[in-house]
């Protein structure tokens, strides 16, 4: 395993950790031996996971909040603090899809995606950022999308919050550099996960089906190696998929051909 000793002993924050893309880098950072706090709405799912850290799973502790109520964010970083005394690593995966068109979806449904997406991560981001600041240390990334590049039919509440990450993790990064700090910011394509069952329809509901861009996706495990590569090498950003993050590069370099055929990619 290359760069088997990176992680060791290092405190790494993770939110999404009960499922998909989180579940998997609890897995490879607990065999290369980091202290792994596991966060998400569902403590029987971090429990799972933990278990499933065999040999490791006394490094791993599961620290379950919603990221739609952030009121006691900040008393939960400190008590993680004055266990641990620091935190090396917060990887924001936790996260909420959408399918629902604009003309349909209301606007609480915007702000509860926004509130999990964009506001979740930024309350415990922000109340990291102090205690990094004085470790003169960290790293802290969150989770965008290749839909959080381009908009994309179905995901408009969904597209917007993870295009706001972008601006707050590239300031954050040029606001902190000073301060020895890293930000990046992850940018997936298709992963086998359960994003698309867990999706919001216009009825807040879960839209309950995997999707046939998820089913083809790269596996959670793929994903979880990508992101442990571009932490090492300090990405600013880590594009984790396959072929579809051609479509980043179309959006960027031929917006016209973007615009033309985006709207007839399978988007369910
Ligand atoms: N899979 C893909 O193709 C893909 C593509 C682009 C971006 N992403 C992003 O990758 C990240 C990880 O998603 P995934 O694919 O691994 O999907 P997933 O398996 O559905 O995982 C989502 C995670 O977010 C947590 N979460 C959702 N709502 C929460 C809330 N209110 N409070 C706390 N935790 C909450 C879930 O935990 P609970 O058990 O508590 O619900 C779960 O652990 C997300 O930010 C997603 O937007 C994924």
Redesign the pocket.
């Known amino acids: 395993m290359k760069n088997k000793s990176f992680f060791k002993g290092k405190v790494a924050w993770i939110?999404?950790?009960?499922?998909?893309?989180?579940?998997?880098l609890v897995n490879e950072l607990a065999k290369r031996e980091a202290i792994i706090i596991a966060?998400?709405?569902?403590l029987a799912?971090?429990e799972r996971v933990k278990a499933g850290c065999s040999g490791h799973s006394e490094n791993i502790s599961c620290v379950?909040?919603?990221?739609?109520?952030t009121s006691g964010l900040s008393q939960i970083v400190d008590k993680q603090i004055s266990r641990f005394g620091r935190i090396d690593y917060l990887i924001?995966?936790?996260?909420?899809?959408q399918r629902a068109r604009i003309d349909e979806t209301p606007l609480w449904l915007d702000r509860k995606i926004f509130?999990?997406?964009y506001f979740?991560t930024i309350t415990l981001s922000k109340a990291v950022l102090p205690h990094m600041i004085n470790q003169k240390s960290g790293h802290i990334l969150a989770?965008?999308?290749?839909?959080?590049r381009f908009g994309f039919p179905l995901r408009s509440a969904?597209s917007a919050s993870?295009q706001a990450l972008h601006g707050f993790i590239e300031t954050l990064y040029l606001e902190n550099k000073k301060n020895n700090l890293r930000a990046s910011v992850?940018?997936?394509?298709?992963?086998?996960?359960?994003?698309?069952?867990?999706a919001l329809n216009a009825e807040g509901k879960e839209y309950g089906k995997l999707d046939e861009?998820?089913a083809n996706?790269i596996t959670?495990n793929q994903?979880a190696l990508t992101i442990i590569k571009g932490i090492i090498r300090n990405k600013r950003e880590i594009l984790?998929?396959s072929s579809e993050l051609i479509m980043l590069h179309i959006r960027r370099y031929f917006p016209w051909l973007f615009f033309r055929i985006a709207d007839r990619i399978k988007s369910t």
Not at 64 to 69: G, I, K, S, T, Y
């Open positions: 939110t999404g950790a009960s499922s998909g893309i989180g579940e998997a966060s998400s709405n569902d799912g971090l379950p909040f919603d990221l739609a109520d924001n995966l936790g996260g909420i899809s509130e999990v997406n979740g989770t965008s999308s290749i839909s959080g969904y993870k992850i940018i997936p394509g298709r992963v086998r996960t359960a994003i698309s069952i867990h861009g998820q996706g959670p994903a984790v998929g």
